[in-house]
């Protein structure tokens, strides 16, 4: 088995959300940084779709300007994160549409 090649396969999202998970669990002090760092990367990487001729959807946009506020107001992460996962929630359930 050619771990590289088998990563070639998974999604960037996934790639991202478990690297940010192992350092999370492994230096925990700095879990805002990895929320605010994955955040930015989650929604860059939405952004990128753009370029490649398909339309911009609202959860990068929504990723991005947490990503902005956790870096820039740690100590709201828990606020930030719970809005985040709501509207997330809302708009995968067909509620909330953009």
């Known amino acids: 088995m050619d771990i590289p090649q088998m990563l070639q396969h998974w999604p960037m999202e996934a790639v991202v959300a478990i ?3 192992l350092v999370i669990l492994l230096v925990p002090r700095i879990l805002n940084y990895a929320i605010a760092a994955y955040l930015l990367l989650i929604g860059a990487l939405g952004l990128l779709q753009f370029f490649y001729g398909q339309a911009i959807r609202p959860m990068p946009i929504i990723s991005l300007v947490a990503g902005v506020v956790v870096l820039i107001k740690p100590a709201i ?5 719970g809005i985040y996962l709501i509207l997330l929630g809302l708009r995968e359930a067909g509620i909330l549409r953009f």
């Open 19 to 21: 690297v940010a998970g």
């Open 77 to 81: 992460l828990n606020y930030v994160v």
